[in-house]
């Protein structure tokens, strides 16, 4: 059994910068900086990006723990009026439907995210482009941890209670389109599989030595094999 557990930003769908709009609005209200607009957002969890910008604003861990909860409540409610106000701005990336399908449909793989996104964030972003959450059987995000490496043992822990059985970390397949995909599941041995639809280039993500690494995901029959023979 494989659980394939799939990222969502960039990999999934693309939202046209709501979510960093989202986030800006929300740092702004909660610390009145929205931090370096140089920042990159790939990659990261929704807290750990409210702490990393904050730090580089100067702010002390104990000052960003104290308002962190506010700002992600800030950059929902933020990310909920994006999304109301242009739908069509998040759009589902190609051969995401045919390849969720597939994986959905076979008996050796389960459906899965893992995600720097909470997972109210996830949510909403899935739906915005009619793909249904309850789908994936299986998940990980950010808000289970701040730490993307420690999202992957989160996820085996839940596909075994799910599965009734030990899942070996071998047995997960992170797919994703950051350099943070291809490694965050290293120390529990999950297999990694690159998607280059998100900005990152595919010589960054083969640098990470991921089982492949795909420009989309329009041919599902390849996609499908590389994900069995992870």
Do not use: W
């Not at 807290?47 to 308002?67: C, H, P, Q, T, Y």
């Amino acid at each position: 059994m494989k659980i394939v557990l799939f990222d969502i930003d960039g990999t999934l769908l693309l939202s046209d910068g709501a979510g960093r709009r989202s986030m800006e609005r929300a740092l702004v209200e909660t610390f009145g900086v929205m931090g370096p607009k140089t920042y990159r957002y790939g990659g990261k969890t929704d807290r750990l990006i409210v702490r990393e910008k904050m730090r580089l604003e100067g702010f002390s861990d104990e000052a960003i723990d104290a308002a962190i909860d506010a700002t992600v409540t800030a950059y929902l409610r933020n990310l909920r009026e994006e999304v109301a106000a242009d739908p069509a701005a998040l759009r589902a990336l190609p051969g995401v439907f045919s390849l969720l399908d597939a994986v959905e449909r076979h008996e050796g793989m389960l459906l899965g995210l893992l995600t720097g996104n909470v997972i109210e964030g996830a949510d909403l972003k899935l739906r915005a482009v009619q793909i249904e959450p309850t789908r994936f059987r299986v998940g990980a995000f950010g808000s289970d941890h701040e730490q993307r490496p420690m999202l992957p043992p989160i996820a085996r822990e839940r596909a075994s209670a799910l599965l009734g059985r030990d899942v070996a970390g071998d047995q997960l397949v992170i797919i994703g389109d950051t350099e943070h995909d291809m490694t965050c599941g290293q120390a529990v041995g999950a297999r990694a599989i690159g998607v280059a639809t998100g900005g990152v280039s595919r010589s960054t993500l083969e640098a990470h030595t991921p089982v492949a690494v795909f420009d989309d995901f329009t041919d599902t029959d390849r996609v499908l094999e590389a994900i069995l023979d992870a």
